[in-house]
């Protein structure tokens, strides 16, 4: 096992237990009220008290371990990586999930290598914790992904057209451009699903429970996890527009990432 690899896996499990922790905590919070902290872009945009409290203990438990990393996340400040590694986190994906009661929300932590910008980074290890659904998706660069101790493989066929999700985001005026989107690919697919939690589509595309996914505007944290369980499962994962304010993310495997690819690019 190279060393790289070695330091993968290690990273992997570390992933693995804090996202627990951290699920868990998201969990019962969940289960005796959930409170608004904030509104951030717009009013749809929103933050809960939780949303802080799990980034907190996640940040706290990775200073803890890994010190020197970086850390990219969703509600706090950035820091720089004196090791080269940096932890790529959104404590709740599917916020507004979350917030309404729907158990499709999920914890994302990603450890990638080198810049920390989503074109540039080598992603070495992700976990996705969905505690309201008792589901954790996770993987390691050359480690394959895995449910559990389950491996996943993302589908290979579409005979009957792709079964897609897809996301929107949270400014009413993108809403129009974005269903135009959908319009355009829906002759290959053979019927749509929008989940809420970006990192939950991309862990089902892994499953092979999606056969693609797309969606404009999404932020590093959304997707860098769940970016990596796809590639570790044999699927495809590409950016395009990445100079846009809103660059397109495109995952599946890999016919239907090809099909939509064609469509999209
Ligand atoms: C969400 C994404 C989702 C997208 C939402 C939002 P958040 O992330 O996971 O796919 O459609 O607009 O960006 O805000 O819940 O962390």
């Given at each position: ?53 799990v980034e907190d203990l996640i940040r706290a438990r990775l200073t803890a371990e ?200």
């Amino acid at each position: 096992m190279s060393g790289g690899q070695a330091d993968a896996a290690h990273l992997h499990a570390l992933a693995v237990d804090i996202a627990r922790e951290a699920g868990d905590l998201a969990k019962l919070r969940r289960s005796v009220g959930v409170s608004l902290a904030a509104t951030k872009s717009t009013l749809a945009d929103i933050v809960t008290e939780a949303d802080r409290e799990v980034e907190d203990l996640i940040r706290a438990r990775l200073t803890a371990e890994r010190p020197g990393d970086g850390f990219l996340g969703e509600e706090s400040e950035a820091d720089a990586s004196v090791t080269g590694v940096t932890w790529v986190v959104d404590p709740i994906d599917g916020t507004v999930n979350y917030a309404y009661g729907i158990p499709s929300y999920s914890v994302s932590i990603a450890a990638v290598q080198g810049p920390a910008l989503p074109d540039e980074w080598v992603s070495l290890a992700a976990a996705v914790y969905a505690p309201a659904l008792g589901e954790l998706f996770s993987a390691w660069r050359g480690g394959g992904a895995r449910q559990d101790e389950r491996s996943l493989h993302v589908t290979t066929e579409i005979p009957a057209g792709a079964l897609l999700a897809t996301g929107f985001g949270y400014d009413p005026a993108t809403h129009d451009g974005d269903l135009q989107t959908v319009r355009s690919v829906m002759p290959i697919a053979r019927d749509l699903r929008r989940g809420g939690s970006a990192a939950l589509d991309l862990a089902y595309v892994a499953a092979g429970r999606l056969d693609g996914y797309f969606e404009r505007g999404l932020k590093p944290w959304d997707h860098a996890a769940g970016a990596l369980l796809v590639e570790e499962a044999g699927g495809r994962v590409s950016r395009l527009d990445t100079f846009s304010s809103r660059p397109m993310l495109i995952a599946g495997g890999i016919e239907a990432h090809d099909r939509l690819s064609a469509i999209l690019a």
